[in-house]
């Protein structure tokens, strides 16, 4: 039997400690807490070096070694029908939640005395968020642009011509194909380098929220912070936990898979930190390398569970703080103006606070200025939006797989199965 590694050599251990570490500087020391943010950027823009080669050798290899186009139409149909239903119902259950709790009842603020020179900068940035402007986005300037930008779609995009490209060539693209596994190999290999200064990152990243905003926000914004934080527990348990149950597989195995991730992503605030993990170990884990390397990336702009909980608890929270009346019929068409403007928030962190501004500007009903109430507890909130984000990519990627029956099965459910 193979023995297991102790607690204290492990990836999560560290980073624990470390979010621990950053929490009491920033407590103790808050002006050199807030000191501490490039720390927690550093290793940001470290794994966004690695995820333009990580995107493009896994979905080349993966797509092109299919010999079959058809079937990456097909799983991409599929991943679209998935992606729908789910952020669908996410936007849903947030709602009735959010109006059932009203965390935001009985704060009576007056919109127009609030200084809103703290989120001016997001609120330009708002402006900008369109939807013609996000699918204009998506077609990068160059074949190279795609790379140098760092957003996940346009280097999906070119990833999947290319893949399509390669395949069409036949035997004579199978060296290429070939090569760019090997070249994939090297790329995860950096990355499992990168991934050890994740705790400096963790650091750097907590210490920089306490440090900035202070502990106090935790009081003077906690109903709305217990309730989102109770609402991404039950979506993820209740229905991330049914869905793989009906496969006989268990969630709470599943978490413990991707420990590592869950903690990075909740010190970081930003689900890119793991983008090039959650590929590597959902092959590993037996789902087929073409679909991963279709579903993920993709699912990075248009499965984002978590981001879909925040937008609804957050924008009723507002209107519930300001007074703003919204009959049912005006809380569903801002249900449908979720349903488009959710899409164009990546896994950055603080992309979903300019979404957030981008929605109410376009709804019109609840104040933009409101915004400023949550900005202290923003990243706070962002912990539970990433970790719902990060679980439901890797159980998207599971159903996809096992609906498109390419899974080792003797593989997943010896890691994540049920009894």
């Keep these: 039997m193979e023995r297991r590694a102790a607690f204290y050599t492990q990836l999560w251990f560290w980073v624990l400690a470390a979010t621990a570490i950053g929490i009491l500087l920033g407590w103790w020391d808050p002006r050199l807490g807030a000191q501490m943010k490039p720390l927690g950027d550093g290793f940001i823009a470290l794994i966004r070096m690695m995820i333009g080669p990580v995107i493009f050798c896994t979905v080349v290899h993966g797509v092109a070694g299919m010999h079959d186009m058809k079937r990456a139409g097909r799983v991409a149909i599929k991943a679209i029908v998935y992606f729908e239903v789910v952020t669908t119902f996410a936007l849903f259950f947030a709602l009735v939640a959010v109006d059932l709790w009203k965390p935001g009842a009985g704060m009576n603020v007056d919109a127009r005395a609030l200084d809103t020179r703290a989120v001016a900068g997001y609120a330009t940035q708002a402006h900008q968020q369109g939807i013609v402007e996000y699918l204009q986005a998506v077609i990068p300037t160059t074949f190279v642009g795609a790379f140098a930008q760092g957003n996940v779609l346009p280097i999906l995009l070119i990833s999947v011509l290319f893949a399509f490209a390669l395949a069409s060539l036949g035997e004579r693209g199978r060296p290429l194909v070939t090569l760019i596994?090997?070249?994939?190999?090297?790329?995860?290999?950096?990355?499992?380098?990168?991934?050890?200064?994740?705790?400096?990152?963790?650091?750097?990243?907590?210490?920089?929220?306490?440090?900035?905003?202070?502990?106090?926000?935790?009081?003077?914004?906690?109903?709305?912070?217990?309730?989102?934080?109770?609402?991404?527990?039950?979506?993820?348990?209740?229905?991330?936990?049914?869905?793989?149950?009906?496969?006989?597989?268990?969630?709470?195995?599943?978490?413990?898979?991707?420990?590592?991730?869950?903690?990075?992503?909740?010190?970081?605030?930003?689900?890119?930190?793991?983008?090039?993990?959650?590929?590597?170990?959902?092959?590993?884990?037996?789902?087929?390398?073409?679909?991963?390397?279709?579903?993920?990336?993709?699912?990075?702009?248009?499965?984002?569970?978590?981001?879909?909980?925040?937008?609804?608890?957050?924008?009723?929270?507002?209107?519930?703080?300001?007074?703003?009346?919204?009959?049912?019929?005006?809380?569903?068409?801002?249900?449908?103006?979720?349903?488009?403007?959710?899409?164009?928030?990546?896994?950055?962190?603080?992309?979903?606070?300019?979404?957030?501004?981008?929605?109410?500007?376009?709804?019109?009903?609840?104040?933009?200025?409101?915004?400023?109430?949550?900005?202290?507890?923003?990243?706070?909130?962002?912990?539970?939006?990433?970790?719902?984000?990060?679980?439901?990519?890797?159980?998207?990627?599971?159903?996809?797989?096992?609906?498109?029956?390419?899974?080792?099965?003797?593989?997943?459910?010896?890691?994540?199965?049920?009894?």
């Design 181 to 419: 596994g090997d070249i994939s190999q090297v790329i995860f290999r950096i990355v499992g380098f990168i991934m050890w200064v994740a705790p400096v990152g963790a650091f750097g990243a907590v210490a920089f929220t306490v440090g900035a905003f202070g502990m106090h926000t935790l009081v003077q914004l906690g109903g709305l912070i217990v309730e989102y934080y109770l609402v991404s527990l039950v979506f993820v348990f209740v229905v991330f936990g049914a869905l793989l149950w009906t496969m006989r597989l268990s969630l709470l195995r599943l978490l413990y898979y991707i420990r590592d991730e869950l903690v990075i992503v909740a010190a970081t605030t930003s689900t890119e930190t793991v983008l090039p993990r959650a590929i590597e170990k959902m092959c590993a884990l037996g789902c087929e390398e073409s679909i991963v390397g279709l579903v993920i990336p993709a699912g990075y702009s248009f499965n984002l569970d978590g981001t879909c909980l925040y937008l609804v608890t957050v924008s009723l929270f507002l209107a519930q703080a300001t007074n703003t009346h919204l009959p049912f019929g005006e809380q569903l068409g801002l249900i449908a103006v979720l349903l488009l403007s959710s899409k164009g928030a990546a896994g950055v962190a603080g992309a979903a606070f300019i979404v957030l501004a981008a929605t109410l500007s376009a709804a019109g009903t609840i104040p933009v200025a409101s915004i400023v109430l949550v900005l202290g507890i923003h990243r706070l909130l962002a912990e539970a939006t990433t970790f719902v984000n990060i679980v439901g990519n890797c159980v998207a990627t599971i159903v996809i797989s096992k609906w498109e029956r390419a899974t080792d099965d003797a593989k997943l459910r010896a890691v994540i199965g049920r009894g």
